[in-house]
């Protein structure tokens, strides 16, 4: 072969020798496809039917779905060679593979680089049902969203010289600069019976660059889904079951194929290894992997989500008398069961409180709320409980303590903290702000107050140590509740987090015990730092409460709240907005 290039893709073949004659360029590369698929579908049923006696049935259902897939496969060269003999002044090989006997081979640049395959895949589907009896009503919701993000590495790319029986034929490859990623370049041996052992390569370089290739597989999925029965007898209507259920289940993959670089190699200048340079040119020192029969390494593999809930709820939380029977029940119960039954009681106190909130200026549905509900109270268990947010939850619990008064740093974390609880609802993206003697537009002293309008949240400083369920509260006004649902939503949140620590306990009091009181962080300050300090939080609070009463003046949207009565023996929460 000779010229001044020659390139090839997606080429298979097996040559006894191949020739290469002073090239300027010789490129074996892969072919690609790609294929994209995408589905759309929606259906609406409506039925009705009255009976002989007299029975008055109606339905109501709308379903929707949605697919896209795009996946791009590549297609490698192969060439089974005897010899591999010649010079090119480039050679480059990025999905492709040279399987020689043996020969003599040289290059001044040799760029080696293994190939990827490509898929993503979203899913989502919705749907929802009302049905109307003569004396009952049935409405139905459910959601499902599916995603996965996977990247696979092919076999690598690289030059394998490959010997069969006792004997096999010379080789010697040779470059001035080599590059490798997720390559190989090295020799093995195979006897008769096909068992393969590593040999030494006979290859030269001046300088190598190595790196190793990443390949990821990500896949959730997550659904929801809402049944609620009402009787109505002698113009009472009643919850008669609640039915709900709920996953979230995925897995997460990252495997490295290895850039691989034989024994026997000679390296006479220098080694840069996944971007640190070596201070050797002996491979052997290196963590460059030198075992062309081991060439992947799984670095990461588990199973993300864990939820699988599918259930009826006890409609006994609905009547005092019910809950206590319940309560009675749990006392004898052990704490991974009664964190069971007790989510049943939140799931079902939530959707209550969406269904039966009496907000009529939102312009979110009961059933929309109620989805809100149900997902702010999952946040509220799943940040708790995960051991990833043990750090989180331990400054949570520093400053409900009082040990945390940074300003700042309560602000930034009190927010992260907001994230997670609103993520999946209409609150998402909202912000929190910290203020001090905060009062409403009546001049009354409050915990906190929302300005949906904004997405702004305000909690006042002094009463931290009631976090947990002042934030939940003021979320459920900004996903449109209003007053006595957000109560019962701070209320529910703040016993969902409590189930999600005492799950993660453990954990959490570890990082805890390394959280330093602010207190005994400003006594090692000088005087001039502990003046900053002060008043670096006085400016932020002094810069909320200024953005606080311009929103009030403005917006408008400030109504009822609640008074603390003489003395303020307990503050109360504000009404928030659409009240």
């Known amino acids: ?70 996946t791009t496969t590549a297609h490698d060269t192969k060439l089974v060679l005897g010899e591999f003999n010649g010079y090119a002044e480039q050679t480059t090989l990025h999905g492709a593979t040279i399987i020689a006997d043996g020969g003599h081979y040289s ?8 190939s990827q395959n490509h898929q993503t895949q979203r899913g989502s589907s919705k749907g929802g049902n009302i049905g109307v009896g003569t004396s009952s009503l049935n409405l139905g919701y459910n959601e499902q969203k599916s995603q996965s993000d996977i990247t696979t590495n092919n076999a690598p790319s690289g030059i394998l010289y490959v010997t069969t029986g006792t004997a096999g034929s010379a080789h010697s490859l040779t470059a001035n600069h080599t590059t490798v ?37 990500y896949s959730q999925n997550t659904g929801f889904g809402i049944n609620v029965g009402l009787t109505r007898k002698q113009g009472d209507t009643k919850a008669s079951s609640i039915g709900l259920s709920a996953n979230n289940s995925g897995h997460d993959k990252q495997t490295l194929t290895l ?42 593999d588990q199973k993300t989500g864990g939820l699988d809930v599918n259930t009826t709820i006890d409609t006994r939380v609905f009547t005092k008398e019910g809950r206590e029977e319940i309560k009675k029940e749990q006392e004898e119960l052990p704490t991974n069961t009664k964190a069971a039954f007790g989510m049943l009681g939140i799931a079902a106190g939530a959707t209550a409180a969406g269904l039966l909130d009496d907000n009529e200026n939102s312009d979110r549905s009961h059933l929309q709320k109620a989805k809100d509900n149900l997902i702010q109270a999952r ?14 939850n331990a400054h949570i619990d520093a400053i409900t303590d009082g040990d945390l008064t940074d300003v700042a ?37 409050v915990q906190g107050l929302a300005n949906p309008s904004k997405g702004h949240t305000y909690l006042d400083i002094d009463h931290l140590g009631n976090t947990l369920e002042t934030l939940n509260h003021e979320i459920a006004h900004h996903n449109g509740l209003g007053e006595t649902s957000a109560t019962h939503m701070g209320k529910l949140g703040n016993f969902a987090y409590n189930i999600g620590i005492s799950l993660n306990q453990e954990d959490i009091n570890t990082r805890r015990q390394a959280i330093t009181p602010t207190t005994q962080t400003l006594q090692n300050l000088s005087t001039n730092e502990q003046l900053a300090y002060h008043t670096n939080n006085q400016a932020i609070l002094d810069g909320n409460k200024e953005q606080l009463e311009g929103e009030m003046e403005s917006d408008g949207f400030w109504s009822k709240d609640y008074k603390l009565g003489k003395g303020y023996p307990k503050l109360k929460y504000d009404a928030g907005a659409g009240e």
Do not use: C, Y
């Not at 090839?8 to 790609?34: C, M, P, V």
């Not at 840069?272 to 030198?290: A, L, P, V």
């Open 1 to 70: 072969m000779l010229g001044d290039t020659f390139t090839a893709k997606g080429l298979q073949g097996a040559i006894g020798k191949l020739n290469i004659d002073n090239l300027n360029k010789l490129t074996l590369t892969h072919g690609t496809t790609t294929n994209t698929t995408q589905n759309q579908s929606s259906t609406n049923t409506t039925d009705a039917s009255i009976s002989s006696t007299g029975s008055v049935s109606a339905g109501v259902g709308r379903q929707q779905s949605q697919s896209h897939s795009n």
């Open 409 to 445: 740093q309560n602000q930034d974390i009190l927010n992260e903290l907001n994230t997670q609880l609103t993520q999946g609802t209409t609150a998402k993206d909202t912000q929190v702000f910290l203020t001090e003697n905060t009062t409403n537009p009546q001049d009354e002293f």
């Open 379 to 392: 946040n509220n268990v799943v940040t708790g409980a995960d051991k990833s947010q043990a750090n989180l």
């Open 107 to 114: 290059t001044d640049v040799l760029n080696v680089t293994t």
């Open 259 to 300: 850039a691989t670089i034989g024994q026997g190699t000679t390296i006479t200048d220098s080694i840069i290894h996944n971007n640190q340079t070596q201070s050797t040119t002996d491979i052997g020192q290196t963590d460059i992997n030198t075992d062309a029969l081991n060439t992947q390494k799984v670095i990461k």
């Open 181 to 217: 990623t997720g390559g190989i370049i090295a020799a093995i041996s195979q006897d008769e019976q096909g068992n393969q052992t590593n040999s030494p390569v006979n290859f030269t370089t001046n300088t190598l660059t190595t790196q190793d290739l990443l390949a990821t597989e």
